[in-house]
């Protein structure tokens, strides 16, 4: 339930960064190291936090609504987050600038969860309800954001209720948490017919 940081001097010694009694889930560290981004499942439904790492290390609400928030993830500017609601009836990705104010976009139009970013902050992939990884052309440079065309990348089915995907920097590859047996079939052996012609002879 607690937020752990392990020392960067490889003693493997932990400090606690944050402690109560609700369940904390760290999603995103912004680039300069300052702020964690984690939600928090609170009574009402999953709120969005951000944690400072210095000063008096309040927590500070980024999202935090009668509807449920989760799994932000920091732009790679840190001057944006893209996350999760269900405010429309349905999860959907919205992003809005950090630390604020401003009011939120959003990303996809028929469901959407997982978010994550390219490297320089051009796309926005996400998972589609139907496991479909999906990316978002995205302009965050001024100060409004800007969402352009959106479209399909490949079916993914990742296992559910976990860190289900990563991307590359450059957004060309995917590492996704399948389950075993789908992870068992991909690594099926393959037989190689050779000389194959040789059997329509006979």
């Known amino acids: ?20 009694n609700f369940d904390k889930i760290a999603r995103s560290w912004s680039a300069d190291g300052r702020f964690v981004l984690y939600f928090s499942r609170l ?12 000063g008096d290390r309040k927590p500070v609400p980024f999202q935090k609504t009668q509807f449920s928030e989760s799994n932000g993830q920091f732009s790679p500017d ?11 009836g349905r999860a959907e990705i919205y992003v809005a600038p950090f630390p604020g104010p401003g009011g939120k976009s959003r990303v996809s139009s028929v ?3 997982h978010p994550r970013w390219r490297w ?7 998972l589609a309800p139907d496991s479909k990884l999906m990316v978002a052309a995205v302009n965050g440079k001024g100060s409004i954001f800007e969402v352009g065309a959106v479209r399909p990348l490949f079916q993914a089915r990742p296992t ?16 996704i948490s399948a389950p075993e047996q789908a992870a068992a079939a991909a690594s099926a052996p393959i ?12």
């Not at 320089?120 to 996400?126: A, H, K, P």
């Not at 559910?160 to 590492?175: C, E, H, I, K, N």
């Not at 037989?191 to 006979?202: D, I, M, P, S, Y």
């Open 1 to 20: 339930r607690d937020l752990y940081q392990k020392a960067s001097d490889g003693s493997g010694t932990e400090e606690v960064l944050i402690e109560n």
């Open 43 to 54: 009574p009402t439904g999953n709120d969005l936090f951000v944690l400072p790492l210095s």
């Open 78 to 88: 840190s001057r944006w987050i893209a996350y999760e609601s269900n405010e429309s």
């Open 111 to 113: 469901g959407g969860d």
């Open 120 to 126: 320089d902050g051009s796309e926005i992939f996400y």
């Open 160 to 175: 559910p209720g976990t860190y289900a995907y990563d991307v590359s920097a450059d957004g060309q590859r995917f590492l």
């Open 191 to 202: 037989t190689v017919v050779v000389n194959w012609t040789a059997g329509l002879k006979k």
